[in-house]
C-alpha cells in the first residue's frame, strides 16, 4: 500500500455513460498526475495538478476527459460520453517534488470497461 | 519527442540467475532515470532512481547503472526469486511529466 487510494477500482459501463473516478493523494504530496494504461503499454501521461492548480493536460487528451483537484487534496477524473476505446486502467500518482526529483506513488488503479 | 524503449518481450531465467533490463532513450539525457515494478492489476511501485551524473546506484539485490554514451539505462536483479516475476518500468524524469517505457516482463522460474 503506497498510501495513494483510488475508488472504485472497477468500473463497468455502457457506451456514452459519464464515470467519475477518485483519488486521495498522500497528504502532505504537492503534485497528483493521472495516467491511462492499457494492455501491453505503460502509463501514459493524461494531466497533473500543483497543488489545486492543473497545469497541464496531455494534447491526446479529448474534451470529454475533465480532471479537478478542488483545494488541492483529492482529485475527480470524469470521462463524458465513454467510448469503447476509452477501456483502460486509470492511475493516480502523488509526489512530493524536492528539488528536480519527482518520486511518484501509485494508486491501485481503477480499470474502466466500456461496454 | 522523447521516448523510452524497454523489450516488449518477456524476459524468462531461473531462480538465482541474474535478470538485466534495458531501457533505451531518445535524444538528449534526461535528469534521471526511474525503474518501477508493476504487478499484474496494480500500480507501479517506485525501485530505484539513478541521476545523470551517477554511473551506478545500487539497493539491496537490485542495480542500476546509467549510459549517456549508449543512452541507455540497464537494470540488474541478482540472486533471482519466482516472487521478482513482474512487469519493470523505465521512466524518464527532469522534466514536469516522466515518460514511461511499455515495460519488460520478467518470468523467474524455479
Known amino acids: 500500500d503506497t498510501g495513494v487510494s483510488q475508488n472504485p477500482r472497477h468500473k463497468i459501463t455502457k457506451r456514452g455513460q459519464n464515470v467519475t473516478f477518485r483519488c486521495d493523494p498522500i497528504?502532505?504530496?504537492?503534485?497528483l498526475y493521472w495516467y491511462r494504461q492499457t494492455l501491453g503499454q505503460g502509463p501514459e501521461f493524461l494531466t497533473y495538478?500543483?497543488?489545486?492548480?492543473?497545469?497541464?493536460k496531455s494534447r491526446l487528451l479529448s474534451d470529454r476527459f475533465s480532471a479537478e483537484r478542488p483545494k488541492g487534496s483529492f482529485s475527480t477524473l470524469e470521462i463524458q460520453r465513454t467510448e469503447q476505446g476509452d477501456s483502460a486502467m486509470y492511475l493516480c500518482?502523488?509526489?512530493?517534488?524536492?528539488?528536480?526529483?519527482?518520486?511518484?506513488?501509485f494508486g491501485p488503479g481503477t480499470r474502466l470497461t466500456v461496454l | 519527442s522523447q521516448k523510452i524503449e524497454q523489450n516488449s518481450e518477456a524476459l524468462n531465467i531461473q531462480e538465482g540467475k541474474t535478470a538485466t533490463l534495458t531501457c533505451n532513450y531518445t535524444?538528449?539525457?534526461?535528469?534521471?532515470l526511474q525503474w518501477y515494478r508493476q504487478d499484474p492489476g496494480r500500480g507501479p511501485v517506485f525501485l530505484l532512481l539513478?541521476?545523470?551524473?551517477?554511473k551506478e546506484k545500487r539497493k539491496e539485490r537490485l542495480k542500476v547503472t546509467f549510459d549517456t554514451t549508449l543512452k541507455q539505462s540497464l537494470f540488474h536483479i541478482t540472486a533471482s526469486q519466482p516472487a521478482d516475476s513482474a512487469t519493470y518500468l523505465c521512466a524518464r524524469g527532469g522534466s514536469y511529466i516522466p515518460t514511461f517505457g511499455r515495460g519488460t516482463s520478467l518470468i523467474v522460474h524455479p
Open positions: 535524444n538528449y539525457s534526461p535528469a534521471y
Open positions: 539513478i541521476r545523470e551524473n551517477e
Open positions: 497528504s502532505e504530496h504537492n503534485r
Open positions: 495538478f500543483q497543488n489545486e492548480a492543473q497545469l497541464e
Open positions: 500518482a502523488s509526489s512530493l517534488v524536492q528539488g528536480a526529483i519527482n518520486e511518484q506513488f
